[in-house]
Each structure stands twice: as structure tokens, then as C-alpha cells.
């Protein structure tokens, strides 16, 4: 009897659907003929890469044929320096996504259940799934994690907790009181991954710092990203932050060399550009007040975000309004694949790109 080489697979893997990615530029432009085209999908800084790591990781191009330092002394220096927390509480990754991966891996069985949130992240299943784990996910309340529905979503094979605070898509967040309180209420044997990656985009008063509770806390780890404020995106660089025993643990797993030379040195200066940061926070504010007016006035219903970002009820199936912004050249997120089929998300981008949206919206939405 002959076996598909799916049949060979895991079944965590064979259960896998593909991460839908925001659609490249030069795809777009390739598949319709059109140039000019901009991207408001995948939450990128409009203001680019911090010019400081613009310029660090200019200097280290003569490098490139040796190794990058696997350890990452020097970043993890700077962040400790700058988080207020030891180096060896530090995970460095390919990205957040890899420091997702590493914690899975480590503390993640077949059998074993990881509880979500309904509209979460979707790696935070992609990652629970292909290490055999069964994914428990809680309905949402507005949008957002219903901590209270999670907590009793937990029981005796529960070992990873997933909350994203700010979460993507939907721009909710949690407030320092309630996320304290439900990190408070679980059980000793489980993980709890929140994940910041928008974090430094928040504004308000209430919003936590998650590393502040490690020491309380030392089944939690908190990752977060180079790709967003930063706007190393490009560069793919990430990390995680948890009490040393767990950070050992997920170092173990970490395969050599996955954070290349340039990430490791943009990802330093970046960290030490307090002007960028601020300009793109700052940016960002205004972004996002003028897109939820914008909204108002064209009738469109829209979920209030903290990231850069807003998900928009465009009243109907968003498929063929996501289509015909594709046709005018603007690319954003439909967000179908969250269990929002009416929503898409916008990424907030220049005066320039959202002047362009908006004057396209209104006939994307007739059409």
C-alpha cells in the first residue's frame, strides 16, 4: 500500500492551515499591472527603520561573511540596560514568531492544550498545533480575550496560556488591575506567553508593563519586537524576557545563528533611538484619531485600537472591497481568515497613503 507523503506528516502538521501574510508589494504590482502601489496591511512603520540602525547596520555589511554572535552579547547588554532586567533573563529570536516557537516547544506535549483567544494571533495556534497540542479557544468579548472565560478555560492538561496585549487584529487591550488578576488566578503547572509587540505604541495610562511582573510571576514570559516601532521589520528580530530558569530552558532549544549580524547591531541602535520611538508614537496618535474620524463620517463601524493599526466593518463581506482596493493599487488585511469576514484591517500609514485610501474607499465600498 502506497502513502501519500502527507500520510508520513505529523498529525499537528497535516492540521496546519498557512499563515496568510500580507500581500508584497511587487506582487500586487506584478499580478495587475500597477505601479505606484501601497501596503497598509501588515502594520509596518510608515517613518521606516530607526536612522540609527539604519546607520549601524550600514557598517557591518563589510562583515558578512563571518558568523553573527549566536549569544547576542552586546544586544542583550543594551536591553538589559534598558528593560531593567538581567541578561540572562533574555531570549533573543528570529522574530517574536521564534521565541513563540522556542516556549511551545519547550513546554508544549501532544495531548496537552493551549488556551487562546477567539480573533488572537493566529501563530499563537499555528505553533500549539504543530507540537501536537490541542488549542482551546474562548469566545471574545468586544473583540478581545474574556480573561475570566479563559481562566475557566484552564484545567489539568493546560500548559500555555497565549494573551496579546495590545492583541492583532483587533487593537484591544487589557488593563493593569485585570491582567494582574488573571495572572494571579492560575494554576501553578501553566505558561502564560503575553505578548507585547505593539506595546511601545500605547499611549494610555492604564496600560501594564509585563516585565514588571516577572519576579511575581515565574511561569510568564513576555515577547516583544523589533518590527513595528522600530521598523525593523525587514531585519526580523525579536525577543522574549522571562525568569532565568525559563529563558535557560528556551536558549537550549534555540537553534545557532538564527539572528543575523545586521539584526544584532540595528536592533542595538534602534534601542537607543528615544527620538524615533517618539516621532512614531506620536505619529501613530494622530494616525489613528484621523482613520476612526474618517470612519465615522463614511458610516463604517470600527474596533478603537492602542496599535498602529484600526480593524474596519466595511458592512458586508470585506472579500470584495478588500478586491477592489487590490484593482486601485492599496493593499490592506482582510481579516476572514480571524473569524472576522466583514472586518478589514488598515495599517496606519503617511498623510500621503491614507489621502489615498480614503479617496478609494468610498468607491471600493459602492462597488
Known amino acids: 500500500m502506497r ?14 492551515h498557512p499563515y496568510q501574510p500580507g ?4 506582487e500586487l504590482e506584478r499580478e495587475y499591472g500597477i505601479r505606484d502601489a501601497i501596503k497598509l496591511a501588515s502594520n509596518e512603520n510608515p517613518l521606516g527603520p530607526s536612522p540609527l540602525g539604519i546607520e549601524a547596520a550600514r557598517r557591518a555589511l563589510a562583515d558578512l561573511a563571518l558568523y553573527p554572535d549566536s549569544h547576542g552579547f552586546e544586544l542583550k547588554n543594551a536591553l538589559s540596560a534598558a528593560l531593567g532586567v538581567r541578561a540572562d533573563q533574555l531570549v533573543l529570536g528570529n ?3 521564534e521565541v513563540l516557537q522556542l516556549v511551545t516547544r519547550a513546554f508544549l506535549s501532544p495531548g496537552d492544550e493551549a488556551v487562546v483567544a477567539q480573533h488572537a494571533f493566529a501563530i499563537f495556534t499555528t505553533e500549539a498545533v504543530s507540537a501536537g497540542g490541542t488549542v482551546v ?4 468579548r468586544d473583540w478581545g480575550a474574556d480573561l475570566p472565560a479563559m481562566r475557566e478555560a484552564v484545567g489539568e492538561r493546560t500548559r500555555l496560556v497565549f494573551v496579546a496585549n495590545p492583541n492583532n487584529p483587533t487593537g484591544t487591550w487589557h488593563r493593569a488591575a485585570h491582567l494582574h488578576a488573571f495572572l494571579g488566578s492560575l494554576p501553578a503547572h501553566v505558561v502564560v506567553v503575553l505578548d507585547e509587540a505593539y506595546c511601545e505604541y500605547v499611549s494610555e495610562p492604564d496600560y501594564p508593563d509585563g516585565l514588571a511582573w516577572l519576579a511575581e510571576f515565574p511561569n510568564l514570559l513576555v515577547s516583544r519586537t523589533f518590527s513595528k516601532i522600530y521598523g525593523l521589520a525587514g531585519l526580523r528580530l525579536g525577543y522574549g524576557v522571562a525568569s532565568a530558569d525559563m529563558a535557560d530552558l528556551l536558549n537550549r532549544l534555540r537553534e545557532p545563528f538564527t539572528v543575523n549580524s545586521l539584526a544584532l547591531v540595528a536592533g542595538e541602535a534602534a534601542l537607543a533611538d528615544h527620538e524615533h ?9 494622530q494616525g489613528l484619531a484621523a482613520l476612526g474620524a474618517a470612519c465615522q463620517q463614511l458610516g463604517l463601524d470600527y474596533i478603537p485600537s492602542v496599535g498602529n493599526f484600526i480593524a474596519v466593518d466595511v458592512g458586508r463581506l470585506a472579500g470584495p472591497v478588500y478586491e477592489a482596493l487590490l484593482r486601485r493599487g492599496i493593499i490592506v488585511r482582510p481579516l476572514a481568515p480571524y473569524g472576522m469576514p466583514r472586518h478589514l484591517r488598515i495599517t496606519i500609514g503617511t498623510p500621503a497613503q491614507m489621502e489615498r485610501l480614503l479617496s478609494a474607499l468610498p468607491q471600493a465600498l459602492a462597488g
Open 137 to 140: 479557544s474562548v469566545p471574545a
Open 95 to 97: 522574530g517574536s514568531n
Open 3 to 16: 502513502h501519500s507523503v502527507r500520510d508520513l506528516a505529523t498529525a499537528g502538521v497535516r492540521a496546519l
Open 23 to 26: 500581500k508584497p508589494l511587487s
Open 277 to 285: 520611538v517618539r516621532r512614531s508614537r506620536d505619529f501613530n496618535l
